[in-house]
Protein backbone atom coordinates (compact mmCIF):
# COMPACT_ATOMS: atom_id res chain seq x y z
CA UNK A 1 0.00 0.00 0.00
CA UNK A 2 2.98 2.48 0.22
CA UNK A 3 5.20 3.70 -2.71
CA UNK A 4 8.25 4.82 -0.99
CA UNK A 5 10.26 7.09 -2.86
CA UNK A 6 13.36 9.23 -1.50
CA UNK A 7 12.49 12.43 -3.17
CA UNK A 8 13.67 16.13 -2.44
CA UNK A 9 11.33 18.96 -2.23
CA UNK A 10 13.83 22.46 -2.07
CA UNK A 11 11.46 25.73 -2.36
CA UNK A 12 12.28 28.19 -5.08
CA UNK A 13 10.82 31.79 -5.85
CA UNK A 14 7.35 31.34 -6.48
CA UNK A 15 6.78 32.58 -10.39
CA UNK A 16 3.73 34.96 -11.43
CA UNK A 17 0.77 34.02 -13.44
CA UNK A 18 0.78 34.51 -16.58
CA UNK A 19 -1.19 38.27 -17.42
CA UNK A 20 -3.08 36.65 -20.30
CA UNK A 21 -5.67 33.45 -18.67
CA UNK A 22 -7.36 31.92 -21.23
CA UNK A 23 -10.55 30.18 -20.40
CA UNK A 24 -13.49 28.95 -22.01
CA UNK A 25 -16.92 27.35 -20.96
CA UNK A 26 -17.80 23.69 -22.45
CA UNK A 27 -20.41 23.91 -24.94
CA UNK A 28 -24.11 23.44 -23.54
CA UNK A 29 -25.26 22.08 -27.20
CA UNK A 30 -22.91 19.12 -26.79
CA UNK A 31 -23.53 16.30 -24.79
CA UNK A 32 -22.01 16.41 -21.97
CA UNK A 33 -20.59 13.91 -19.37
CA UNK A 34 -22.72 15.09 -16.76
CA UNK A 35 -26.43 16.41 -16.34
CA UNK A 36 -25.90 19.23 -14.10
CA UNK A 37 -27.60 22.43 -15.11
CA UNK A 38 -24.39 24.27 -14.50
CA UNK A 39 -21.24 23.70 -16.17
CA UNK A 40 -17.48 24.16 -14.77
CA UNK A 41 -15.10 26.35 -17.04
CA UNK A 42 -12.53 24.43 -19.05
CA UNK A 43 -9.05 25.76 -18.69
CA UNK A 44 -5.76 24.81 -20.71
CA UNK A 45 -2.91 24.21 -18.07
CA UNK A 46 -1.48 27.61 -16.03
CA UNK A 47 0.87 28.65 -13.96
CA UNK A 48 -1.50 27.35 -11.13
CA UNK A 49 -2.71 24.14 -12.17
CA UNK A 50 -2.14 21.27 -9.44
CA UNK A 51 -3.12 18.55 -11.23
CA UNK A 52 -3.95 17.90 -15.59
CA UNK A 53 -4.65 14.88 -17.00
CA UNK A 54 -7.29 13.02 -19.19
CA UNK A 55 -10.52 11.47 -18.82
CA UNK A 56 -11.96 8.88 -21.01
CA UNK A 57 -14.26 5.84 -21.21
CA UNK A 58 -13.30 2.61 -22.51
CA UNK A 59 -10.67 4.67 -25.07
CA UNK A 60 -13.23 7.44 -25.83
CA UNK A 61 -12.70 10.75 -24.44
CA UNK A 62 -15.43 12.50 -22.24
CA UNK A 63 -16.33 15.42 -23.29
CA UNK A 64 -17.81 17.90 -19.82
CA UNK A 65 -16.69 15.53 -16.81
CA UNK A 66 -16.52 17.11 -13.95
CA UNK A 67 -13.18 17.43 -11.47
CA UNK A 68 -12.65 18.93 -8.19
CA UNK A 69 -9.60 19.41 -5.96
CA UNK A 70 -10.56 19.12 -2.62
CA UNK A 71 -7.85 19.55 0.19
CA UNK A 72 -6.92 17.58 3.41
CA UNK A 73 -5.13 18.59 6.48
CA UNK A 74 -1.46 18.30 7.10
CA UNK A 75 -0.52 14.35 8.28
CA UNK A 76 -0.08 15.69 12.23
CA UNK A 77 -3.52 17.07 12.21
CA UNK A 78 -4.88 14.01 11.20
CA UNK A 79 -2.77 11.66 13.61
CA UNK A 80 -4.50 14.57 16.20
CA UNK A 81 -7.83 14.41 15.00
CA UNK A 82 -10.18 11.63 17.36
CA UNK A 83 -11.74 8.99 16.11
CA UNK A 84 -14.95 9.17 14.44
CA UNK A 85 -14.70 13.08 13.36
CA UNK A 86 -15.03 14.16 10.36
CA UNK A 87 -11.71 14.84 8.56
CA UNK A 88 -12.24 18.79 8.18
CA UNK A 89 -11.65 19.46 3.66
CA UNK A 90 -11.95 22.60 2.48
CA UNK A 91 -12.96 22.48 -1.67
CA UNK A 92 -10.05 24.26 -3.62
CA UNK A 93 -10.62 23.76 -7.19
CA UNK A 94 -13.24 22.91 -10.09
CA UNK A 95 -12.74 22.50 -13.71
CA UNK A 96 -14.29 20.17 -16.87
CA UNK A 97 -13.19 18.65 -19.69
CA UNK A 98 -12.39 19.63 -23.22
CA UNK A 99 -13.57 17.55 -26.10
CA UNK A 100 -10.51 15.50 -25.97
CA UNK A 101 -10.92 14.85 -22.35
CA UNK A 102 -8.40 17.01 -21.21
CA UNK A 103 -8.41 18.95 -17.71
CA UNK A 104 -6.75 21.20 -15.59
CA UNK A 105 -7.21 22.19 -12.01
CA UNK A 106 -6.14 25.71 -10.80
CA UNK A 107 -5.14 26.24 -7.20
CA UNK A 108 -3.68 29.38 -6.37
CA UNK A 109 -1.09 28.46 -3.70
CA UNK A 110 -1.82 32.50 -1.60
CA UNK A 111 -5.26 31.38 -1.76
CA UNK A 112 -4.77 28.28 1.14
CA UNK A 113 -5.41 28.30 4.34
CA UNK A 114 -2.54 27.60 6.75
CA UNK A 115 -3.78 24.54 8.25
CA UNK A 116 -3.53 22.72 4.47
CA UNK A 117 -0.01 23.60 4.10
CA UNK A 118 2.78 21.66 5.74
CA UNK A 119 6.00 22.69 6.74
CA UNK A 120 7.29 22.70 3.21
CA UNK A 121 4.49 24.81 1.52
CA UNK A 122 2.95 21.14 0.11
CA UNK A 123 -0.73 20.63 0.45
CA UNK A 124 -2.68 17.37 -0.30
CA UNK A 125 -5.21 16.81 -3.17
CA UNK A 126 -8.09 14.52 -3.39
CA UNK A 127 -9.39 14.91 -6.76
CA UNK A 128 -12.83 13.60 -7.86
CA UNK A 129 -13.31 13.13 -11.11
CA UNK A 130 -17.00 12.21 -12.85
CA UNK A 131 -19.15 11.76 -16.02
CA UNK A 132 -22.63 11.65 -15.42
CA UNK A 133 -22.99 7.65 -13.46
CA UNK A 134 -19.88 7.30 -11.48
CA UNK A 135 -16.65 9.07 -9.89
CA UNK A 136 -13.16 8.41 -9.11
CA UNK A 137 -11.24 9.95 -6.49
CA UNK A 138 -7.37 10.41 -6.31
CA UNK A 139 -4.96 11.64 -3.62
CA UNK A 140 -1.60 13.40 -4.28
CA UNK A 141 0.47 16.04 -2.89
CA UNK A 142 1.47 19.37 -4.76
CA UNK A 143 4.66 20.52 -4.26
CA UNK A 144 5.56 23.93 -4.83
CA UNK A 145 8.18 23.93 -7.83
CA UNK A 146 11.65 23.75 -7.20
CA UNK A 147 12.91 23.31 -10.59
CA UNK A 148 10.21 25.70 -12.72
CA UNK A 149 11.05 25.85 -16.32
CA UNK A 150 8.65 26.69 -19.12
CA UNK A 151 6.11 24.60 -20.79
CA UNK A 152 4.61 24.94 -24.05
CA UNK A 153 4.68 28.15 -26.74
CA UNK A 154 6.22 25.88 -28.93
CA UNK A 155 4.86 22.83 -31.38
CA UNK A 156 2.15 20.61 -30.33
CA UNK A 157 2.98 16.84 -30.82
CA UNK A 158 -0.72 16.25 -30.72
CA UNK A 159 -4.06 18.05 -29.76
CA UNK A 160 -6.46 19.59 -31.16
CA UNK A 161 -4.61 21.87 -33.74
CA UNK A 162 -2.52 18.81 -34.90
CA UNK A 163 -4.05 16.50 -37.60
CA UNK A 164 -3.10 13.04 -35.91
CA UNK A 165 -5.11 14.38 -32.39
CA UNK A 166 -4.56 12.64 -29.21
CA UNK A 167 -4.59 8.69 -28.31
CA UNK A 168 -5.37 8.54 -24.75
CA UNK A 169 -2.09 9.56 -22.37
CA UNK A 170 -0.36 10.30 -25.50
CA UNK A 171 1.23 13.33 -24.33
CA UNK A 172 0.79 17.65 -26.28
CA UNK A 173 4.15 18.40 -24.94
CA UNK A 174 7.36 16.65 -23.89
CA UNK A 175 9.64 18.09 -20.82
CA UNK A 176 13.37 16.90 -20.70
CA UNK A 177 14.95 15.88 -17.71
CA UNK A 178 18.24 17.25 -15.84
CA UNK A 179 20.95 15.50 -16.56
CA UNK A 180 20.22 12.44 -18.47
CA UNK A 181 17.07 11.58 -16.19
CA UNK A 182 13.97 10.76 -17.84
CA UNK A 183 11.76 13.00 -20.14
CA UNK A 184 8.13 14.04 -18.34
CA UNK A 185 5.14 13.93 -19.95
CA UNK A 186 2.61 16.73 -20.41
CA UNK A 187 -0.94 14.91 -21.59
CA UNK A 188 -2.68 18.95 -21.33
CA UNK A 189 -2.32 21.94 -23.60
CA UNK A 190 -1.50 25.24 -22.29
CA UNK A 191 -3.51 27.87 -21.96
CA UNK A 192 -4.18 29.81 -25.44
CA UNK A 193 -1.02 27.81 -26.34
CA UNK A 194 1.28 30.19 -24.14
CA UNK A 195 4.24 29.25 -22.22
CA UNK A 196 3.61 28.73 -18.77
CA UNK A 197 6.18 28.30 -15.93
CA UNK A 198 4.47 26.10 -13.33
CA UNK A 199 4.09 27.04 -9.88
CA UNK A 200 3.23 22.99 -8.50
CA UNK A 201 5.07 20.11 -9.12
CA UNK A 202 5.17 16.63 -7.83
CA UNK A 203 8.48 15.64 -5.86
CA UNK A 204 8.80 12.38 -8.14
CA UNK A 205 9.28 15.41 -11.13
CA UNK A 206 11.11 17.73 -9.29
CA UNK A 207 13.18 14.94 -8.29
CA UNK A 208 13.68 14.23 -12.03
CA UNK A 209 14.49 17.94 -12.29
CA UNK A 210 11.43 19.69 -13.91
CA UNK A 211 8.82 20.99 -12.12
CA UNK A 212 5.61 19.47 -13.86
CA UNK A 213 2.09 19.03 -11.80
CA UNK A 214 0.80 15.39 -12.11
CA UNK A 215 -0.96 14.36 -15.48
CA UNK A 216 -2.99 11.71 -14.80
CA UNK A 217 -4.50 9.30 -17.35
CA UNK A 218 -8.33 8.24 -16.04
CA UNK A 219 -11.15 5.92 -17.71
CA UNK A 220 -14.33 5.48 -16.51
CA UNK A 221 -15.31 2.58 -18.61
CA UNK A 222 -16.00 -0.89 -17.99
CA UNK A 223 -12.85 -1.45 -16.60
CA UNK A 224 -11.75 1.75 -14.56
CA UNK A 225 -8.21 2.59 -14.58
CA UNK A 226 -6.06 5.88 -13.35
CA UNK A 227 -2.15 6.27 -13.56
CA UNK A 228 0.57 9.17 -13.37
CA UNK A 229 1.49 9.25 -16.92
CA UNK A 230 5.34 9.57 -15.45
CA UNK A 231 4.30 6.67 -13.33
CA UNK A 232 3.14 4.15 -15.04
CA UNK A 233 2.84 0.79 -12.86
CA UNK A 234 4.25 -1.17 -15.77
CA UNK A 235 7.82 0.11 -15.13
CA UNK A 236 7.39 -0.92 -11.57
CA UNK A 237 9.57 -3.92 -9.66
CA UNK A 238 9.25 -6.56 -7.40
CA UNK A 239 11.46 -6.68 -3.99
CA UNK A 240 11.64 -10.12 -2.08
CA UNK A 241 13.62 -9.75 1.36
CA UNK A 242 15.04 -12.52 2.89
CA UNK A 243 16.14 -12.73 6.95
CA UNK A 244 16.46 -10.23 9.11
CA UNK A 245 19.72 -8.70 9.83
CA UNK A 246 22.04 -6.60 11.65
CA UNK A 247 24.72 -4.21 10.65
CA UNK A 248 27.95 -5.52 10.56
CA UNK A 249 30.27 -4.93 14.34
CA UNK A 250 33.61 -3.62 13.40
CA UNK A 251 36.14 -5.57 12.19
CA UNK A 252 33.87 -8.48 11.32
CA UNK A 253 33.26 -9.61 7.98
CA UNK A 254 29.10 -10.03 6.85
CA UNK A 255 28.01 -13.67 8.25
CA UNK A 256 26.98 -16.61 5.85
CA UNK A 257 23.71 -16.05 3.93
CA UNK A 258 20.95 -18.17 5.35
CA UNK A 259 18.67 -18.11 2.63
CA UNK A 260 18.76 -16.12 -0.52
CA UNK A 261 16.04 -13.82 -1.45
CA UNK A 262 14.20 -14.54 -5.09
CA UNK A 263 15.87 -12.04 -7.70
CA UNK A 264 14.14 -8.55 -7.79
CA UNK A 265 12.21 -8.25 -11.41
CA UNK A 266 9.76 -6.25 -13.56
CA UNK A 267 6.11 -7.10 -12.34
CA UNK A 268 4.33 -9.10 -14.66
CA UNK A 269 1.54 -7.40 -17.62
CA UNK A 270 -0.77 -8.93 -15.85
CA UNK A 271 0.07 -6.90 -12.32
CA UNK A 272 0.70 -4.09 -14.28
CA UNK A 273 -2.50 -3.78 -15.34
CA UNK A 274 -3.69 -4.64 -11.67
CA UNK A 275 -1.67 -1.78 -10.05
CA UNK A 276 -4.04 0.61 -12.46
CA UNK A 277 -7.10 -0.56 -11.71
CA UNK A 278 -9.28 2.41 -9.88
CA UNK A 279 -12.19 2.06 -7.48
CA UNK A 280 -15.00 4.02 -8.62
CA UNK A 281 -18.53 4.71 -7.12
CA UNK A 282 -22.10 6.50 -8.15
CA UNK A 283 -21.38 9.73 -9.13
CA UNK A 284 -21.73 11.58 -5.44
CA UNK A 285 -23.80 14.78 -4.64
CA UNK A 286 -20.55 16.92 -4.26
CA UNK A 287 -21.02 17.62 -7.83
CA UNK A 288 -24.35 19.33 -7.16
CA UNK A 289 -23.05 20.77 -4.21
CA UNK A 290 -20.53 22.86 -5.79
CA UNK A 291 -23.15 23.36 -8.94
CA UNK A 292 -25.83 25.10 -6.04
CA UNK A 293 -23.00 27.01 -5.01
CA UNK A 294 -21.96 28.25 -8.18
CA UNK A 295 -25.69 29.17 -8.96
CA UNK A 296 -25.97 30.86 -5.80
CA UNK A 297 -22.98 33.10 -6.47
CA UNK A 298 -20.89 31.79 -3.35
CA UNK A 299 -18.36 30.32 -5.94
CA UNK A 300 -17.99 32.22 -9.48
CA UNK A 301 -16.31 30.60 -12.81
CA UNK A 302 -13.79 33.49 -12.31
CA UNK A 303 -12.29 31.99 -9.12
CA UNK A 304 -12.45 28.45 -10.34
CA UNK A 305 -10.54 29.71 -13.81
CA UNK A 306 -7.56 31.79 -10.88
CA UNK A 307 -7.89 28.84 -8.49
CA UNK A 308 -9.20 30.41 -5.90
CA UNK A 309 -12.16 29.33 -4.74
CA UNK A 310 -10.48 28.45 -1.36
CA UNK A 311 -11.92 31.76 -0.34
CA UNK A 312 -15.37 30.72 -0.73
CA UNK A 313 -14.44 28.23 2.46
CA UNK A 314 -16.43 25.25 1.32
CA UNK A 315 -16.67 21.42 2.55
CA UNK A 316 -17.83 19.38 0.21
CA UNK A 317 -20.89 16.86 1.11
CA UNK A 318 -19.14 13.90 0.67
CA UNK A 319 -16.61 13.68 3.14
CA UNK A 320 -14.39 11.15 5.33
CA UNK A 321 -14.63 10.48 9.25
CA UNK A 322 -11.54 9.17 10.41
CA UNK A 323 -12.88 5.47 11.70
CA UNK A 324 -9.12 3.77 12.78
CA UNK A 325 -5.37 4.95 13.46
CA UNK A 326 -2.65 2.09 12.32
CA UNK A 327 1.05 3.20 14.20
CA UNK A 328 3.91 1.80 13.38
CA UNK A 329 3.42 -0.23 9.89
CA UNK A 330 6.91 -1.61 8.79
CA UNK A 331 7.88 -0.72 4.97
CA UNK A 332 10.46 -0.86 2.90
CA UNK A 333 12.66 2.09 2.32
CA UNK A 334 15.34 1.39 -0.10
CA UNK A 335 18.57 -1.49 -0.37
CA UNK A 336 21.37 -1.39 0.10
CA UNK A 337 24.00 -3.00 -1.93
CA UNK A 338 27.67 -3.10 -1.83
CA UNK A 339 30.60 -5.03 -3.77
CA UNK A 340 33.91 -6.43 -2.64
CA UNK A 341 33.41 -6.37 1.00
CA UNK A 342 32.61 -2.77 1.23
CA UNK A 343 29.62 -1.71 4.35
CA UNK A 344 26.81 1.04 3.24
CA UNK A 345 25.71 3.70 5.79
CA UNK A 346 21.71 5.18 5.56
CA UNK A 347 21.07 8.28 6.07
CA UNK A 348 17.68 9.27 7.49
CA UNK A 349 17.84 13.41 7.84
CA UNK A 350 15.43 15.89 8.94
CA UNK A 351 13.39 16.32 6.21
CA UNK A 352 13.91 13.51 4.34
CA UNK A 353 10.99 13.00 1.91
CA UNK A 354 8.91 9.34 1.18
CA UNK A 355 5.97 9.43 -1.07
CA UNK A 356 3.44 6.52 -0.24
CA UNK A 357 0.57 4.59 -1.59
CA UNK A 358 -3.01 5.51 -1.03
CA UNK A 359 -5.30 2.44 -0.58
CA UNK A 360 -8.81 2.54 -2.02
CA UNK A 361 -11.75 0.37 -2.15
CA UNK A 362 -15.71 1.14 -2.79
CA UNK A 363 -18.44 0.26 -0.50
CA UNK A 364 -18.47 -3.26 -1.97
CA UNK A 365 -15.47 -4.24 -3.27
CA UNK A 366 -12.99 -7.20 -1.40
CA UNK A 367 -10.03 -5.63 -2.03
CA UNK A 368 -8.05 -2.08 -2.10
CA UNK A 369 -6.78 -0.43 -5.16
CA UNK A 370 -4.49 2.28 -5.74
CA UNK A 371 -5.45 5.63 -5.52
CA UNK A 372 -2.40 8.25 -5.88
CA UNK A 373 0.11 8.82 -3.27
CA UNK A 374 1.06 11.15 -0.25
CA UNK A 375 4.13 12.72 -0.13
CA UNK A 376 6.02 12.82 3.92
CA UNK A 377 8.67 13.85 5.86
CA UNK A 378 10.31 13.21 8.55
CA UNK A 379 10.30 15.78 11.75
CA UNK A 380 13.29 16.95 13.85
CA UNK A 381 14.03 14.79 16.28
CA UNK A 382 13.69 11.41 13.87
CA UNK A 383 16.93 11.63 12.45
CA UNK A 384 18.76 8.38 12.06
CA UNK A 385 22.54 7.08 11.11
CA UNK A 386 23.61 3.42 10.55
CA UNK A 387 26.89 2.06 8.89
CA UNK A 388 28.28 -0.85 8.41
CA UNK A 389 25.27 -2.08 6.17
CA UNK A 390 25.52 -5.10 3.94
CA UNK A 391 23.03 -6.06 1.22
CA UNK A 392 19.94 -5.23 3.08
CA UNK A 393 16.53 -3.43 2.69
CA UNK A 394 15.76 -1.17 5.23
CA UNK A 395 13.12 -1.04 7.14
CA UNK A 396 11.69 1.87 8.80
CA UNK A 397 7.98 2.43 9.64
CA UNK A 398 4.77 4.88 9.31
CA UNK A 399 1.62 5.25 10.66
CA UNK A 400 -1.47 5.20 8.76
CA UNK A 401 -5.30 5.77 9.11
CA UNK A 402 -8.82 4.66 8.03
CA UNK A 403 -11.44 6.94 6.14
CA UNK A 404 -14.87 6.52 5.65
CA UNK A 405 -16.80 8.56 3.32
CA UNK A 406 -19.89 10.10 4.79
CA UNK A 407 -21.69 9.81 1.59
CA UNK A 408 -21.10 5.82 1.16
CA UNK A 409 -18.36 6.08 -1.23
CA UNK A 410 -16.33 3.30 0.12
CA UNK A 411 -13.08 3.46 2.33
CA UNK A 412 -9.38 5.36 2.30
CA UNK A 413 -6.03 3.74 4.05
CA UNK A 414 -3.53 6.94 3.80
CA UNK A 415 -0.05 7.62 5.28
CA UNK A 416 -0.31 10.23 8.45
CA UNK A 417 3.06 10.42 9.02
CA UNK A 418 6.48 8.89 9.42
CA UNK A 419 7.64 7.04 12.23
CA UNK A 420 11.02 5.39 12.85
CA UNK A 421 13.29 5.83 9.54
CA UNK A 422 15.64 2.86 10.46
CA UNK A 423 14.10 -0.03 12.35
CA UNK A 424 16.11 -2.92 10.93
CA UNK A 425 16.85 -4.52 7.74
CA UNK A 426 16.24 -7.43 5.90
CA UNK A 427 18.60 -9.20 3.58
CA UNK A 428 18.50 -8.47 0.06
CA UNK A 429 19.28 -10.26 -3.12
CA UNK A 430 23.09 -8.61 -4.63
CA UNK A 431 21.84 -6.89 -7.81
CA UNK A 432 24.31 -6.66 -11.11
CA UNK A 433 24.95 -2.81 -11.51
CA UNK A 434 28.05 -0.60 -12.05
CA UNK A 435 29.98 0.56 -9.10
CA UNK A 436 28.70 4.18 -7.96
CA UNK A 437 29.24 6.56 -5.01
CA UNK A 438 26.26 8.44 -4.85
CA UNK A 439 24.81 10.96 -2.70
CA UNK A 440 21.76 11.79 -4.43
CA UNK A 441 18.56 13.10 -2.83
CA UNK A 442 18.21 15.72 0.05
CA UNK A 443 17.92 14.29 3.64
CA UNK A 444 18.27 10.80 2.57
CA UNK A 445 21.42 8.70 1.15
CA UNK A 446 23.19 5.59 1.32
CA UNK A 447 26.85 5.32 -0.27
CA UNK A 448 28.19 2.50 -2.37
CA UNK A 449 25.04 1.55 -3.52
CA UNK A 450 23.65 1.40 -7.10
CA UNK A 451 22.06 4.71 -8.85
CA UNK A 452 19.09 3.54 -10.93
CA UNK A 453 15.64 4.17 -9.18
CA UNK A 454 12.91 1.64 -9.28
CA UNK A 455 9.21 1.62 -7.75
CA UNK A 456 8.43 -1.99 -6.32
CA UNK A 457 5.04 -3.24 -6.18
CA UNK A 458 4.16 -5.65 -2.86
CA UNK A 459 1.25 -7.07 -0.67
CA UNK A 460 0.76 -5.43 2.06
CA UNK A 461 -1.64 -6.45 5.29
CA UNK A 462 -3.06 -3.51 7.67
CA UNK A 463 -5.05 -4.06 10.75
CA UNK A 464 -5.74 -7.79 10.17
CA UNK A 465 -6.45 -7.75 6.66
CA UNK A 466 -4.74 -8.39 3.76
CA UNK A 467 -5.24 -6.94 0.37
CA UNK A 468 -3.39 -6.10 -2.90
CA UNK A 469 -2.48 -2.47 -3.10
CA UNK A 470 1.19 -1.40 -3.69
CA UNK A 471 4.53 -0.70 -2.05
CA UNK A 472 7.50 1.31 -3.67
CA UNK A 473 10.42 2.86 -3.07
CA UNK A 474 13.67 3.27 -4.61
CA UNK A 475 16.54 0.91 -5.41
CA UNK A 476 19.28 3.22 -5.31
Not at 133 to 138: H, L, P, Q
Request: proline share 7%.
Amino acid sequence: MATHRFLPTRMYALVALLAVLTTSFVSISAEPGHADTVQFPYSGMTAKSVVSGVVASNGAPVYAADIIAVAHPTGDALDALPLDTEVPTLLVGATSSNAEGRFSVNVDPAALPSQYVDEKRRVQIELVVADGTKEVRWDTTAVPAGHPVPIGGGEELCGVDVTNGCDLGEPVYVVPGAAGAPSINVVVATAGGEAVTPLWSTAKTDAIGASVPQQLVIDLGDQPKVYDANDNPSTWMTAPAGEEVQPVPEGQEPAPVATEPAPSGPVSAAVAAALREASTAPRSTDFSFVDQAVQAGTITAGQMSAGQIAAAAKRVPCGWFLRQHFYGREEQYMGVHTWSGGMGTVTQSTGSDHTLSVGAKAAKEKKYSVSGSITLSLKRGQEDEISRVNEAWVIGTVNYARFENICGQGQRIKPTSMGDPIKTFKRALHPTFNRACIDRFAGSRTTMTQSRNATVAAAVEVGGFSEPISAGFPEL
